[in-house]
């Protein structure tokens, strides 16, 4: 049988992003040939480094390259260089210009616990040992797009910023779906966090979520103010299987819910639309204050690749045989400065990448 073609464009960014892409591609090349994969790689222009080449964060051939292609790898923007630029100039306008052009409305982002990297988490083994939780996020609405928004001068003379947070109901129900879908897929219960008792906005969120749940009967749903959400994420996150939450909301949930883990340099999240290429990306930043000098953890750009093989392509095998390859590095007892601990040995970003294609070459059977 001919072997499946995908065309897969590349969005290295600025800092330590070409390094850890280098780490990933080699990875999926790797396990492409494995499992007959044949995949079309083509590279483009994001963020600082298209500033730079380009004059603005998202060129238009960027993103209708993404658009012809079957999912976007993004390792991460940003910089220095690039801070003090209007806010229309800024690398991170070209993020979400990417995630309006793509219509990606749901971010995935999990927060599972290895059992190789407890002792990173900052809170007690019994606390986070076995957390395993999906933070589903809306991406493309609420407060970060909602209209009005700027600042404005008032009769008076003085200066009021706005931001208007608003969903529609079909913008709540449909990441109402993903997020039951997702729930399903794992441990079967779903949490919904608004703050329901100050906001309109979430009263409406709520009530929807309410009335999406008859749809699946067999998905346990609960709902929790977001204050008290924070709280039970860092008391005890074990309670939570899958979350679902606005915006703003799971911006700053997803984030907390991501330190539990300890490093900040193995998460990897997916972001989809209702139909086209998703965006698969880690959630860390650039790290421009390690950039260049081969020091960055590649593994979340290489679990982001896994999510794309996962929820972009389809091909949960290869997925599952890169994600076994991430724990047997991890055994062997490989490890970064971000995740260094005592007894293992420490490594560069291009020497963990070989040791990613040692164990790709020998999986675990
Ligand atoms: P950051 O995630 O880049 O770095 C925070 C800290 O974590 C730094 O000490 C960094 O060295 C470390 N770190 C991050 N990733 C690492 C990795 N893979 N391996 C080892 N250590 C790692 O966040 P920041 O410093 O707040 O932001 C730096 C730049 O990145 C800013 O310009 C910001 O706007 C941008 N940013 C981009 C994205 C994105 O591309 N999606 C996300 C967040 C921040």
């Given at each position: 049988?001919?072997?499946?073609?995908?065309?897969i464009?590349?969005?290295?960014?600025?800092?330590?992003?070409?390094?850890?892409?280098?780490?990933?591609?080699?990875?999926?090349?790797?396990?492409?040939?494995?499992?007959?994969?044949?995949?079309?790689f083509?590279e483009?222009?994001?963020?600082?480094?298209?500033?730079?080449a380009?004059?603005?964060?998202?060129?238009?051939?960027?993103?209708?390259?993404?658009?012809?292609?079957?999912?976007?790898?993004?390792?991460?923007?940003?910089?220095?260089?690039?801070?003090?630029?209007?806010?229309?100039?800024?690398?991170e306008?070209?993020?979400?210009?990417?995630?309006?052009?793509?219509?990606?409305?749901?971010?995935?982002?999990p927060?599972?616990?290895?059992?190789?990297?407890?002792?990173?988490?900052?809170?007690?083994?019994?606390?986070?040992?076995?957390?395993?939780?999906?933070v589903?996020?809306?991406?493309?609405?609420?407060?970060?797009?909602?209209?009005?928004?700027?600042?404005?001068?008032?009769?008076?003379?003085?200066?009021?910023?706005?931001?208007?947070?608003?969903?529609?109901?079909?913008e709540?129900?449909?990441?109402?779906?993903?997020?039951?879908?997702?729930?399903?897929?794992?441990?079967?219960?779903?949490?919904?966090?608004?703050?329901?008792?100050?906001?309109?906005?979430?009263?409406?969120?709520?009530?929807?979520?309410?009335?999406?749940?008859t749809?699946?009967?067999?998905?346990?749903?609960?709902?929790?103010?977001?204050?008290?959400?924070?709280?039970?994420?860092?008391?005890?996150?074990k309670?939570?299987?899958?979350?679902?939450?606005g915006?703003?909301?799971?911006?700053?949930?997803?984030?907390?819910?991501?330190?539990?883990?300890?490093?900040?340099?193995?998460?990897p999240?997916?972001?989809?639309?209702?139909?086209?290429?998703g965006?698969?990306?880690?959630?860390?930043?650039?790290?421009?204050?390690?950039?260049?000098?081969?020091?960055?953890?590649?593994?979340?750009?290489?679990l982001?690749?896994?999510?794309?093989?996962?929820?972009?392509?389809?091909?949960?095998?290869?997925?599952?045989q890169?994600?076994?390859?991430?724990?047997?590095?991890?055994?062997?007892?490989?490890?970064t400065?971000?995740?260094?601990?005592?007894?293992?040995?420490?490594?560069?970003?291009?020497?963990?990448?070989?040791?990613?294609?040692?164990?790709?070459?020998?999986?675990?059977?």
């Open positions: 049988m001919a072997a499946q073609t995908y065309r464009t590349l969005l290295s960014g600025d800092g330590i992003g070409p390094e850890i892409m280098t780490v990933a591609v080699a990875v999926l090349k790797a396990v492409g040939q494995q499992f007959d994969l044949n995949f079309e083509q483009a222009l994001m963020g600082g480094a298209a500033i730079d380009a004059g603005e964060p998202l060129p238009a051939e960027t993103l209708e390259a993404c658009r012809n292609s079957d999912a976007v790898l993004l390792a991460a923007i940003g910089g220095y260089k690039w801070d003090a630029l209007p806010r229309h100039l800024r690398p306008t070209g993020l979400l210009g990417l995630r309006a052009g793509l219509g990606l409305f749901a971010n995935l982002r927060a599972k616990i290895l059992p190789q990297l407890i002792d990173a988490s900052s809170l007690k083994r019994e606390v986070v040992e076995g957390v395993d939780i999906m589903v996020r809306e991406l493309t609405g609420g407060v970060y797009f909602g209209q009005p928004k700027g600042i404005f001068t008032t009769e008076t003379g003085e200066k009021r910023g706005v931001n208007t947070m608003a969903y529609t109901e079909s709540i129900d449909r990441i109402g779906r993903v997020a039951f879908e997702a729930a399903r897929k794992r441990g079967s219960r779903l949490c919904s966090v608004d703050k329901a008792n100050v906001l309109e906005v979430s009263q409406l969120w709520r009530d929807r979520i309410t009335q999406l749940a749809e699946y009967a067999d998905v346990e749903l609960s709902h929790l103010y977001v204050d008290n959400a924070a709280m039970q994420l860092v008391r005890a996150p309670q939570f299987d899958t979350i679902v939450t915006n703003l909301f799971g911006d700053i949930l997803s984030d907390a819910a991501a330190m539990l883990t300890g490093s900040i340099g193995m998460l999240s997916a972001s989809l639309g209702a139909s086209g290429p965006v698969f990306e880690p959630v860390h930043g650039s790290a421009p204050d390690i950039a260049g000098q081969d020091k960055a953890n590649p593994l979340a750009q290489v982001s690749a896994a999510m794309l093989l996962r929820y972009g392509l389809n091909q949960s095998a290869a997925a599952d890169v994600e076994q390859a991430v724990l047997t590095v991890l055994d062997q007892g490989y490890r400065g971000d995740i260094m601990a005592s007894g293992c040995q420490a490594v560069g970003t291009q020497a963990m990448g070989e040791a990613l294609l040692r164990a790709l070459e020998q999986p675990v059977q």
